[in-house]
């Protein structure tokens, strides 16, 4: 990239609905625990989302989301039984149907004479010869016990998810009537040794510091990681990833990332990992010869101590004739690239992808996946192995994931080999500047399909690739026919927004004049620094110097004018929004004015309508609510009632001005 806007700093984080599963399989015949077979026969497992709820006797109950992940290529239809209701729960429909392409929703239901009671219900997925299950911890509150409010969701990745949506549909405190600022403004600042690039994590319930609590997880680029009480803002403990002798990198020259080069990317969490649940993070470092470093670590989240094997060194070859390449090999070098996007936990391993340092040569476009519970490397794919550049940016964004393990990235520019072979593929396997569908269901990664512009060469030369902003994956929408699609979106320079199914991205129209290979295009959109956010069939999109804008889906497609926009408009690098809601209800969106060097502005709106402004940062006298500078990326997290802001010195937090 060689415009110094391709980079900065960044934000995140995780998951407004976290699909935390709770597998048991078999093969028929045999007990219905333990993990699916690991023969190469097709199979299956089954997943749960939410995996524990509480019902009201005569309340509306609660929708769970049943969902089939192939492996080994399993393309069947799984029939769905659920047993276990405990008295006067009731399940509708009682069976689904899922395949690995389509998940269904079931509503559990407590009849108004439900008694109390705690159960596990158990949803058992069936396919010839194969038969795997999925419990719910279910609580049912009788009508004369009063309800109690359920847990705050985890927040365990960038943008609430592995689709990277931006939404927490479980935020049951902030409403369309108490954000205002009579009611709602700054309540605490957590202060750390760094700028914070990386979106905050939230883990509700975590025994830490010798009490049970909320706590909130902030990385710096001076390579620490703080655990704080997400109440209180007491910090619980602060580990530095720094070796012995170790500096941070400095910033190699570019400004991008500056003064200091350390935890860029958004780390993750898994909380059944390890004795106690373990955050991932990737540091770079500087040593006393001058080497520099990218290691993966997993810190306990209960005490930030290492993990037994954590850290290690990031490391890779990979055959191509590329540019740093020596006798038919690649060679990472840490010295040139850094840990832009944010990690994605998937299927049980760590995949992080690599960008460079503006456009120092000689770089190319590295993934990479880490087994998170060895912490040893399980795959490596470069995606301009015989060509140059084509870093993974996605401006903090992190490669999505959908429910069949497939993941989805934007590639900025590079090399492109427009000589296809016989299945339509770059000859040379040079993927730059494309959307990408890897599969990681084999142990290795692949490029299972992908979409470039019909003039990505061109593009990618004028510096004007699709990979400079965020992927976000949609739910299943139905077209116009009643089929489902399931679709992706993101841009990058060029001020296109593409929007393409993942069933079939389009790959390359060589020779062509447009883009018909794709499934939809908004073109003029704006130039995309930013990862949208996707809520009740409607697409929020900040790009640069314009407001940010509302898109709805309808009949499968997006309208190509916009239903509402903000009155102001985001400056470079516009807006990363994200959206809290109590399902349906309550929507609202949540915006930042965040750039380096000018004061940060936190807006936040009614989802159903963005001319009507709820409440903004500089609306209270006196300067209440101010939080000083922005950075670039950022992205709002929102949870149990508050909204956490990285900045240049900490995480500014803001929620209901009394409780």
């Given amino acids: 990239m060689t415009s110094p806007l391709k980079f900065c700093s960044l934000a995140s984080l995780l998951c407004c609905v976290v699909f935390l599963t709770s597998c048991g399989s078999s093969k028929s015949g045999s007990s219905n625990t333990g993990a699916p077979s690991s023969s190469s026969s097709p199979d299956f497992s089954l997943a749960v989302s939410p995996t524990s709820v509480t019902l009201q006797a005569g309340g509306s109950g609660a929708d769970i989301t049943v969902s089939a992940n192939a492996i080994n ?44 009671a705690t159960a596990n219900i158990t949803f058992t997925g069936t396919s010839p010869g194969l038969s795997h299950s999925a419990t719910v911890a279910t609580t049912v509150q009788s009508a004369s016990q009063p309800p109690t409010t359920n847990p705050a969701p985890d927040i365990t990745t960038y943008h609430d998810n592995n689709m990277r949506d931006g939404l927490n549909a479980q935020e049951t405190t902030l409403t369309l009537a108490n954000v205002n600022s009579t009611q709602f403004g700054k309540v605490g600042f957590d202060t750390v040794d760094g700028l914070v690039d990386a979106e905050p994590l939230f883990l509700s319930g975590v025994n830490a510091g010798g009490s049970t609590r909320n706590v909130l997880y902030v990385a710096t680029e001076h390579d620490s990681v703080y655990a704080f009480d997400a109440d209180t803002g007491t910090q619980i403990w602060k580990t530095s990833v720094l070796g012995s002798g170790e500096t ?8 991008q990332v500056g003064p200091e080069i350390g935890i860029t990317a958004t780390p993750v969490i898994d909380r059944k990992q390890g004795p106690n649940g373990t955050i991932y993070v990737v540091a770079m470092t500087k040593d006393s010869t001058g080497n520099y470093h990218h290691r993966l670590h997993a810190l306990d989240i209960t005490t930030g101590a290492e993990i037994s094997g954590s850290p290690t060194e990031v490391n890779a070859t990979y055959p191509g004739n590329g540019d740093g390449s020596a006798n038919g090999t690649l060679t990472f070098d840490p010295k040139m690239y850094k840990d832009r996007a944010a990690l994605l936990l998937s299927g049980g391993n760590i995949y992080m992808g690599w960008s460079s340092h503006c456009d120092f040569s000689p770089y190319t476009g590295w993934v990479m996946a880490y087994s998170e519970s060895t912490l040893k490397q399980t795959a490596v794919l470069n995606l301009t192995p015989n060509g140059g550049d084509g870093s993974i940016w996605m401006s903090g964004d992190g490669i999505a994931a959908d429910s069949g393990g497939n993941l989805f990235l934007l590639d900025a520019n590079g090399k492109f080999d427009t000589a296809l072979d016989a299945n339509g593929f770059p000859s040379k396997g040079d993927f730059g500047n494309s959307i990408l569908k890897l599969s990681a269901a084999t142990g290795k990664i692949s490029v299972a399909d992908y979409f470039a512009q019909y003039n990505t060469v061109s593009a990618s030369g004028a510096d004007q690739d699709l990979g400079s902003g965020g992927i976000v994956l949609l739910p299943d929408v139905t077209d116009s026919t009643g089929a489902a699609r399931h679709l992706l979106v993101g841009g990058g320079k060029d001020q296109n927004l593409y929007i393409a199914d993942r069933d079939n991205l389009g ?56 239903s509402s926009q903000t009155a102001i408009s985001f400056a470079y690098p516009g807006t990363s929004p994200a959206v809290s809601s109590n399902g349906t209800q309550n929507g609202i969106v949540w915006a930042l004015e965040s750039h380096t060097g000018s004061p940060a502005v936190l807006h936040a709106y009614d989802a159903s309508d963005l001319t009507r402004e709820l409440y903004n940062s500089n609306q209270a006298t006196g300067g209440r609510d101010t939080f000083g500078n922005g950075n670039k990326f950022i992205t709002p997290l929102i949870v149990n009632g508050t909204v956490y802001v990285g900045t240049p010195k900490g995480v500014a937090v803001f929620g209901l001005l009394s409780k």
Avoid: M
Wanted: with cysteine.
């Fill in 248 to 255: 941070t990198s400095d910033d190699r020259g570019c400004g």
């Fill in 73 to 116: 290529s399993f393309s069947g239809s799984v029939s769905v039984a659920i047993t276990g209701l405990p008295p006067g729960v009731s399940a509708s429909p009682s069976t689904v149907s899922v395949t690995p392409a389509a998940s269904q929703k079931v509503t559990l239901t407590a009849a108004s004479t439900a008694s109390s």
């Fill in 507 to 562: 790959k390359f129209n060589a020779g062509g004049t447009d883009n018909h290979n794709l499934y939809q295009e908004l073109p003029g959109v704006g130039s995309i620094f930013s990862t949208p956010a996707f809520y009740n069939g409607v697409l929020y999109l900040g790009t640069v110097g314009n407001p940010l804008r509302a898109f709805p889906v309808t009949g499968g497609k997006f309208a190509t004018s916009p």
